[in-house]
């Protein structure tokens, strides 16, 4: 009798059978395989035919040699299957944006003893040194979520087991991707050209990743012959200072260190 694990190839040897006059003898094998198993005999009339293991159970096959009168009494060999490790499957790498939840997958994990129930065990291996709050929703869940909270590199492990023994550990990675900053240039304004000057706000400008932000202000429109200044247009709240009445059109735009906002604009006055 054999063990073997499923996927193997069990070869069959009925080398031992004889008989006692010194005939030629002749085989012939039988398999009965577990059941839903497709498990076939290569050829059922040699020395040593082959099988595959496709399920765990037990396969018994039968042998009966013929010495060209009278059959011999059936032999039986038993093959057993033994447990054979499940596979994790963490899924495919994802790139989310920050704060988007994140949906992690292990039913790609498999056993080949298909009878073995799976249970999950997730874990974090590694995530952005400065993020406090992502946590697993569950870490035995198949598909368990998060909510990345800073920008980075999040990596996932994922480990199974069949009751028996842990599959070997599975990683999927979570990338953050960068979003584009959004530029806020304040409410519209009128002032009489008297006040002289104005203090513009861009404190409404944000960055959903959470990255600091550098300003770039500019007049994009004003009146003819005007010729008005900003103090100082890459900080948050420049002064403007108008030279004319008439309306003038002042834009801004943010940038994250990797890419520019679209521009916003405000418009002022000048009465």
Not at 24 to 44: E, F, G, K, Q, R
Not at 87 to 116: E, F, K, P, Y
Request: aromatic residues 4%; hydrophobic residues 35%.
């Amino acid at each position: 009798d054999l063990t073997r694990s499923i996927n193997d190839t069990v070869i069959l040897n009925g080398s031992g059978s004889t008989d006692s006059d010194g005939d030629l003898l002749t085989y012939s094998w039988t398999l009965t395989p577990p059941t839903d198993s497709t498990a076939t005999l290569s050829i059922t009339t040699v020395v040593n035919p082959t099988f595959l293991v496709d399920l765990s159970g037990n396969y018994e096959a039968q042998l009966i040699v013929n010495d060209g009168a009278t059959d011999s009494t059936p032999d039986t060999v038993i093959i057993s299957t033994i447990n054979s490790a499940p596979v994790a499957n963490a899924g495919t790498d994802q790139t989310m944006t920050v704060d988007a939840i994140v949906t992690l997958d292990g039913s790609g994990s498999s056993d080949v003893d298909t009878s073995d129930p799976l249970s999950y065990s997730w874990s974090f291996t590694s995530k952005p040194a400065d993020s406090t709050t992502a946590v697993l929703s569950s870490i035995i869940a198949v598909s368990p979520t998060f909510t990345p909270d800073v920008p980075g590199t999040y990596e996932v492990q994922l480990i199974v087991n069949d009751t028996t023994v842990d599959s070997e550990p599975d990683t999927v990675v979570i990338s953050t991707n960068n979003i584009a900053p959004v530029a806020n240039a304040g409410l519209d304004e009128t002032m009489l050209l008297t006040e002289v000057t104005l203090a513009l706000n861009g404190t409404g400008s944000s960055d959903a990743n959470g990255d600091s932000l550098t300003y770039n202000w500019s007049i994009s429109s004003k009146p003819t012959g005007s010729s008005p200044t900003l103090s100082n247009p890459t900080t948050l709240s420049p002064n403007f200072t108008p030279d004319a009445s008439g309306t003038y059109v002042i834009q801004l735009m943010v940038n994250d260190s990797t890419v520019n906002s679209v521009p916003d604009t405000v418009t002022i006055t000048v009465n």
